[in-house]
């Protein structure tokens, strides 16, 4: 367990999930569930038993960095690590791996987001002491592939070799195919969502960061002297700024020829939309979801979440999203919920408040 250390990243806005998910407070710092805790204190919880508190590291921007100590006071300053700008998960991964392997080079590292629904935490954890158990002596990057249930076009998609190991190799990664594609997906049997965790040792991911990203290697490998040290902040300030864009899956996932999955099942959801919530969540008579001061009147099959200090009467609405939260009200139906990001968009022009 000492050598096993656990990165959360926890930067991103949610923008789907507007009104609740804002700028200045995103959707990981809710209590999204209702049980009492936000997803990055559930996410952080999850790995008790994989790895000790001390080796949780979590990755996120700089205005979030006393919301990430206020939720996870165990935490040290060290152990947050503060992106100046968004440039998506490649970076963030790299700082966290090369800060990680100053300290500690036989690290062996799980990859997490700070945002996702996960209903049957042993499972879980069984699943990621099986990643960590291949990638331990290994020189593969493994990813977590859950069984898909429907042909959702939301998804990444991974095609894997069928054959009788746990680990098994990664043949392609396809992208939010559209409808047709993922039900051929489906029919074959030998694809699975990408559910965006990872496990590898960091001489693994260094060697392909090398390989693929080397400019990126570059930047971060050029830390050396300053993870742990009051020079980390300027270094990290000067790094972001000569730091592309690019996600770990376009650069390196889709890339590297050792790349393998483990096949999971234990009740996961990204919980990147109104509708993947409502999905996960527990349903009344007329399959709504509610969270609110609310009378109901001919309402079925709508999510609806609500300050608990004004009552809200809905009446005649079937497959709908209703959510409201810090003065901004969102009434849009379920299969239209690709449209947020639009309404963001306008949103922002109209107000930069709103978002």
Known sequence: MQDTYVIIMAGGVGTRFWPFSRTDFPKQFHDVLGTGKTLLQ???ERFDGVCPIENIY???SQEYKELVKEQIPALSYDQILLEPHRRNTAPCIAYACYKIAAQNPNANVVVAPADHIILKEEVFKDTIRVALGAT????????????PTRPDTGYGYIQYIPDKLTVKKVKSFTEKPHLELALQFLDSGDFVWNAGIFVWNVNSFKK????FQPNIAEIFGGGDPHYYLESEDGFIQRAYQHC???????GIMEKAENVHVVLSNFGWSDL??????????????????????????NTTNSIIKTPKDKLVVVNGLDGFIVAE??????????????????????AKELNPKYV
């Open 272 to 297: 990147g939309t109104w509708k993947s919530l409502y999905e996960v969540s527990e349903k009344d008579a007329n399959l709504n979801v509610t969270d609110g001061n609310l009378i109901l009147h």
């Open 244 to 250: 592309g864009s690019i996600s770990i899956d376009n």
């Open 42 to 44: 559930q996410t952080v």
């Open 136 to 147: 331990r002596n290994e020189d593969i990057l493994v990813t977590l592939g859950i069984q």
């Open 208 to 211: 392909a960061l090398n390989e």
């Open 325 to 346: 939260y810090d003065g901004v009200l969102l009434i849009c139906k379920k299969e239209d919920e690709q449209k947020v990001k639009e309404f963001v968009a306008e």
């Open 58 to 60: 979590i990755v996120t």
